[in-house]
């Protein structure tokens, strides 16, 4: 159910964003992050890699910090739309490395 809320969100933003004059860089911001999260997803769940995985969270967050700062310079509505994402962003981050703590020798078999 998470997962629809914020993808709904996430695409009022763009669409808000991509109204806008000049918004081709914070929409390509916005596909990089959307693209990220699909390498997340299959490296957690798929390939089982935690550390990978752990990397990929990282790198994601900072893609939806930097998305949101991109909106904000377009649309201020549309950059509070992906704060959901950004909170849900830290949470699996902090989540992604508890597991890795707990199972230091893991890549999850």
Same mark, same amino acid.
Not at 33 to 48: D, Y
């Given at each position: 159910?998470?997962?629809?809320?914020?993808?709904?969100?996430?695409?009022?933003?763009?669409?808000?964003?991509?109204?806008?004059?000049?918004?081709?860089?914070?929409?390509?911001?916005?596909?990089?992050?959307?693209?990220?999260?699909? &390498?997340?997803?299959?490296?957690?769940?798929? +390939?089982?890699? $935690?550390?990978?995985? !752990?990397?990929?969270?990282? *790198? #994601?967050?900072?893609?939806?910090?930097?998305?949101?700062?991109?909106? &904000?310079?377009?649309?201020?509505?549309?950059? +509070?739309?992906? $704060?959901?994402?950004? !909170?849900?962003?830290?949470? *699996? #981050?902090?989540?992604?490395?508890?597991?890795?703590?707990?199972?230091?020798?893991?890549?999850?078999?």
């Amino acid at each position: 159910m998470i997962w629809a809320v914020l993808y709904v969100l996430m695409s009022l933003a763009a669409s808000r964003v991509a109204a806008q004059p000049d918004s081709a860089f914070a929409l390509g911001l916005w596909s990089l992050q959307i693209a990220i999260s699909t &390498l997340w997803s299959a490296a957690f769940f798929g +390939l089982h890699r $935690v550390r990978t995985g !752990a990397v990929i969270i990282a *790198v #994601l967050w900072a893609a939806v910090l930097t998305t949101t700062l991109a909106f &904000l310079a377009h649309d201020g509505l549309a950059a +509070l739309m992906m $704060v959901p994402y950004l !909170a849900w962003g830290t949470f *699996v #981050l902090a989540l992604n490395i508890s597991v890795l703590r707990r199972n230091p020798q893991a890549e999850m078999t």
